[in-house]
Structures are given as structure tokens and as C-alpha cells.
């Protein structure tokens, strides 16, 4: 099997592989050790690592809510990248375009990261990201 270049790791995906008492658990860790030996890297955006701290707080304790920004910061192989006005212009595009969808403006951010760097899979358990036409991961 050849690597995959790069995959998108949307807050859904990390939240699922953090937390056993998700409903997506299971599937989300076999697809994460998967993913790991699969793509040369993954992705993921400030914005997305904000809801997943919070997300992981709120579920469990403070001690795995830091553990996660830790595994973040640690890692050569997860590559955080920083919404800035050009990726946050792209967002709000989006969100004026697609008014029919309920698109959080963290989803809108990570949309334009993947369209301008060229990220196509991502791993989500969102069904805004299929709707914007990316492989969405476990399928």
C-alpha cells in the first residue's frame, strides 16, 4: 500500500479516538492506527484543537484535555495549522455560499485549509465535509 500524502483530522475524529464512551470509539481507533501508517501526515487546524480540548474537558477531566494539547504539540507528524485572515476570508465565503447548510465556522476554516493546500480525505464523522465533496474517513 502505498503513503497518502496527508489527512485532514477534523475535531469529530479526534474527539472519537480520545473518548471511550463515544459512540464512534471502537471504528475511530482502528481507523486512527490505520491512518498513522498510511499518511506521511495529518492535519489539523487551531480552531478544530480549541473545540476537541473543550469537547475533551467537558467529557472526561482536565488531565486528558491537557494530555491531547500535549500529544499535539509533541507530535512530528500532526502539523497545526493557524487560521489567519486569508484562510478566515475563504470561511466566511463558504458560509455566505452554502446558506442551506448548517456549517460551524471551525468546519468553514478547516474547508479552506483542505482546498488550498489540496486535502481531499479527512477523518471525520461529520457529514458537513462529504457535503463539500471531500472523502470523508472511516467511510
Known amino acids: 500500500?502505498?503513503?497518502?500524502?496527508?489527512?485532514?483530522?477534523?475535531?469529530?475524529?479526534?474527539?472519537?479516538v480520545l473518548d471511550?464512551?463515544?459512540k464512534y470509539h471502537a471504528q475511530a481507533a482502528d481507523f486512527f492506527r490505520h491512518a498513522?501508517?498510511?499518511?506521511?501526515a495529518l492535519v489539523t487546524?487551531?480552531?478544530?484543537?480549541?473545540?476537541?480540548?473543550?469537547?475533551i474537558?467537558?467529557?472526561s477531566n482536565h488531565e486528558k484535555a491537557i494530555a491531547?494539547?500535549?500529544?499535539?504539540?509533541?507530535?512530528r507528524r500532526i502539523r497545526c495549522i493557524w487560521s489567519d485572515d486569508e484562510l478566515e476570508m475563504s470561511a466566511r465565503e463558504v458560509?455566505?455560499?452554502?446558506?442551506?447548510?448548517?456549517?460551524?465556522?471551525?468546519?468553514?476554516v478547516s474547508f479552506a485549509v483542505m482546498q488550498r493546500d489540496g486535502i481531499r480525505?479527512?477523518?471525520?464523522?461529520?457529514?458537513?465535509?462529504?457535503a463539500m465533496g471531500f472523502v470523508v474517513l472511516p467511510a
Not at 498513522?36 to 506521511?40: A, E, G, M, N, V
Not at 487546524?45 to 469537547?55: D, F, G, K, Q, S
Not at 458560509?95 to 468553514?108: E, G, K, N, V
Open 68 to 75: 491531547f494539547l500535549d500529544l499535539i504539540e509533541e507530535s
Open 45 to 55: 487546524t487551531n480552531l478544530v484543537i480549541a473545540e476537541t480540548y473543550i469537547n
Open 1 to 16: 500500500m502505498y503513503r497518502r500524502h496527508v489527512l485532514f483530522v477534523d475535531t469529530s475524529g479526534w474527539v472519537s
Open 20 to 22: 471511550p464512551k463515544d
Open 36 to 40: 498513522l501508517s498510511t499518511y506521511s
Open 57 to 59: 474537558r467537558r467529557s
Open 95 to 108: 458560509l455566505r455560499l452554502y446558506r442551506d447548510q448548517d456549517f460551524s465556522y471551525t468546519d468553514a
Open 121 to 130: 480525505d479527512v477523518f471525520a464523522f461529520d457529514r458537513h465535509f462529504r
